[in-house]
């Protein structure tokens, strides 16, 4: 079977535009994209971050002065399709180049590194594994792929050092939002009973199971299912049957507020639910949204202008 080709395409913006040209190539269908740009496009995360937690602080030094988009769709009929769906109507002046052999993975792949997080936490992408890893520390193995987070974003770190210290072998975990998998994953690693992941995105359920394989963890302890916990009241009654020992949400502030009203229902008397994806500035609407359903805040963590807040239940 002949192995795929890419084309690489970039759109070149300003920073004043950047929310907009993302936003028509997500409505156009294409859900995968790296930001090049060298500014604060920290609110445009807060609205999208489900599609850019893969971008690396690296990355944006080094196109210190750009500001540009990229994507990337298959050389070939279908791929070339895509491509003029996704820049039908864009208005913005695009390049597109094909991609030698190994360029596809070099292209985004040299990006990411083993990543030490906490005091025993190792993420490691799966094309690194057979690298040692430090003592003392637990490998958690990923294939970023294009889409989902894999560790290198604040939000993320700081989830995952909650995570670490607040997982406690034998008991279950609830992961809403789970993108990747990399929370429940790290949480099962660390000796969870069972876990499982919710988010809306259904590409997101392969993703995750396929992230827990690469850990050794099977079906018999890792559950993912595709649906929104805020407006489906079944799903949420389901998860509800069981009580959690940690619920996480590293989600947005916006969909934290709401969906926090679910969470005293699934969390467990001696619980923890940990949340982030908080941008600073929204920490004390998402506290006292909290407050209000009957969580308090226990701990609070801040990285990069992004907090991560504890809570447990009232009493």
């Not at 040299?110 to 594994?129: C, F, H, N, S």
């Not at 637990?138 to 995570?163: I, R």
Request: overall charge negative.
């Amino acid at each position: 079977m002949d192995e795929i080709k890419w084309l690489e395409v970039a759109v070149n913006t300003t920073q004043e535009k950047l929310d907009e040209v993302c936003a028509k190539l997500t409505a156009a269908g294409m859900d995968a994209l790296v930001i090049e740009d060298e500014g604060d496009f920290l609110n445009f995360l807060e609205q999208n971050r489900q599609y850019w937690d893969y971008v690396d602080q690296e990355l944006l030094d080094r196109m210190k002065g750009v500001t540009r988009v990229k994507f990337y769709v298959s050389d070939d009929e279908d791929g070339r399709a895509k491509l003029e769906t996704y820049t039908r109507g864009l208005g913005w002046e695009y390049t597109v180049t094909p991609l030698a052999d190994n360029d596809w993975a070099y292209s985004w792949q040299k990006y990411y590194k083993p990543l030490a997080i906490g005091q025993r936490l190792y993420v490691v992408p799966q094309w690194e594994r057979e690298e040692p890893v430090p003592e003392g520390r637990c490998p958690l193995y990923l294939n970023p792929g294009l889409t989902f987070g894999t560790g290198s974003h604040a939000s993320t770190q700081l989830c995952l050092e909650g995570v670490e210290e607040h997982t406690v072998p034998g008991r279950p975990v609830l992961d809403l939002g789970c993108g990747s998998g990399i929370l429940s994953i790290a949480a099962l690693c660390l000796g969870a009973s069972h876990a499982i992941g919710v988010d809306i995105d259904p590409k997101a359920v392969d993703v995750a199971y396929e992230n827990a394989a690469l850990n050794g963890i099977g079906r018999d302890r890792y559950t993912v299912r595709a649906g929104d916990v805020i407006s489906d009241s079944a799903l949420a009654a389901e998860l509800s049957q069981e009580r959690y020992q940690m619920v996480l949400a590293n989600i947005v502030a916006d969909v934290i507020i709401p969906l926090s009203a679910r969470v005293p229902q699934m969390l467990a008397e001696d619980g923890v639910f940990l949340c982030s994806g908080i941008i600073d500035t929204r920490a004390h609407e998402v506290e006292a949204t909290l407050a209000r359903n009957g969580l308090t805040v226990t701990q609070k963590r801040e990285k990069n202008g992004w907090v991560a807040l504890e809570a447990r239940l009232k009493g």
